[in-house]
């Protein structure tokens, strides 16, 4: 999608849009034949608006990419994922507010634990408490590097940021998360040439972090992922005329909101809290974000049953977001997490779009297989959502003469 089109044909006017992102909303069936969690959970809310309005089956980036979370929710901002591609380590970094200079390069970073081999058997170890990862996030600043200050923050659970700064410092480093159990942490390798005197900093900065933490349980390493930095993007509420907010309880997605321009609002501490953010706000903005994550963590723990529960939680909340009167509310995810693969994946994502001016298409319940013969298609792209929305808000003139 051409962003400066799209900003040449915004129209003023006073209507709002509501993007309610349920993550890793899509999924598979546990067995052959079966269902997968949204064709299991029951949710009368999301299958009226599916009835209301206009759903299919979205690609977050291309055919058969499995896409991060930062690539999936700038799709669905409409920012194309394959033009502005940014690293973890920025969207943790703006996520807790971090303030990132042009001599910083920032990691997502994982505590995790390895076995006596030092093979990765839990890459999360076992999600300890947010308290526990800033304590040892506080041991790991004791960490001394060659040629760069280091910074070191607890993020949320086993999650933390490593900022490197200094001058000559390169984002072109390969991560050391090999994604998997059972395998070894990966070597930091350099993209680049440009790119050595950074990941060697990287590996100081690994190899103190075994020793700090040799004697840590469950959380004994750690694995670093996304190194990145700040690029200098056109802004959402510029590109699309709206005043922009952000309700997400986890940094990196709060990170990646930030990083387009949106307001980030107190999330609270549950999803009803998020919700209330919303209708706390709602005369303040025209477009909201409102980011769900549990669905998405129960999927890469592998648990069919929690992941149906969120989404049937998720459902009932519904009725606080239509009773506002939106013009335009899109429900969708920022990717697949089926609990069948307990990951991300590359299958299309179920999406919905409800406004008094979309054309109905015959859906009558809010699920995988329904979608797939929604008037959206089965493979619409996520970028694409922004100007249908934008469309049905009525808020993009005609193009051309």
């Known amino acids: 999608m051409d962003l400066d089109l799209i900003q040449s044909l915004v129209e003023k006017r006073d209507s709002k849009i509501v993007l309610l992102v349920l993550d890793g ?62 690293g973890r380590g920025v969207l943790s970094a703006l996520g807790i507010g971090f303030d990132l ?14 076995d006596d081999a030092g093979r990765v058997v839990d890459r999360r170890a076992g999600r300890i408490p947010t308290e526990q990862g800033a304590e040892l996030c506080e041991r790991l600043r004791d ?15 086993y999650r933390f940021l490593l900022v490197l700064r200094g001058d000559g410092l390169s984002g072109n480093v390969g991560e050391t998360d090999p994604l998997e159990v059972g395998e070894m942490p990966l070597d930091p390798e350099p993209g680049s040439p440009e790119a050595e005197s950074t990941a060697q900093l990287v590996r100081q ?8 933490l040799s004697d840590s349980e469950p959380a004994n390493m750690v694995l670093l992922r996304g190194f990145s930095q700040h690029p200098d993007w056109p802004k959402f509420g510029d590109v699309f005329g709206l005043r922009a907010a952000a309700i997400a309880a986890y940094p990196m997605y709060r990170g990646v909101a930030r990083l387009v321009g949106m307001d980030l609002l107190d999330p609270g501490h549950s999803v009803e809290d998020e919700f209330s953010a919303v209708e706390d706000h709602w005369d303040e903005y025209d477009f909201f974000f409102l980011h769900v994550k549990h ?27 239509t009773d506002l009167g939106p013009d335009v509310l899109v ?21 919905l779009l409800w406004s008094e001016h979309c054309r109905q298409d015959g859906v009558e319940r809010f699920g995988e297989r329904a979608c797939m013969a929604g008037g959206l298609g089965p493979r619409i792209p996520s970028v694409d959502l922004m100007p249908l929305a934008m469309a049905n808000a009525r808020r993009l003139e005609k193009y051309g003469a």
């Not at 963590?297 to 909340?317: M, N, P, Q």
């Not at 429900?331 to 999406?351: E, F, I, M, N, Q």
């Open 25 to 86: 909303l899509g999924g598979l069936p546990m067995e052959s034949g079966g269902k997968t969690e949204l064709e299991a959970a029951d949710t009368p809310n999301l299958d009226r608006l599916a009835r209301d309005g206009i759903c299919g089956l979205q690609l977050p980036v291309a055919p058969g990419i499995t896409p991060g979370s930062g690539p999936g929710h700038l799709g669905l901002f409409g920012y194309d994922p394959l033009r502005y591609q940014v």
């Open 143 to 157: 960490i001394q590097l060659d040629g760069a200050e280091l910074f070191v923050k607890p993020v949320k659970e």
């Open 101 to 114: 200079t042009p001599r910083d390069v920032a990691a997502r970073g994982n505590f995790c634990t390895v």
């Open 295 to 321: 669905t998405d963590s129960a999927g890469e723990d592998g648990d069919f049953e929690r992941k149906v529960s969120h989404i049937e939680k998720a459902d009932a909340l519904v009725p606080r977001l």
């Open 331 to 351: 429900v969708t995810g920022d990717h697949s997490t089926p609990a069948l693969l307990k990951y991300h994946s590359w299958h299309p994502v179920p999406v």
């Open 205 to 212: 900065f690994v190899d103190q972090a075994r020793q700090i």
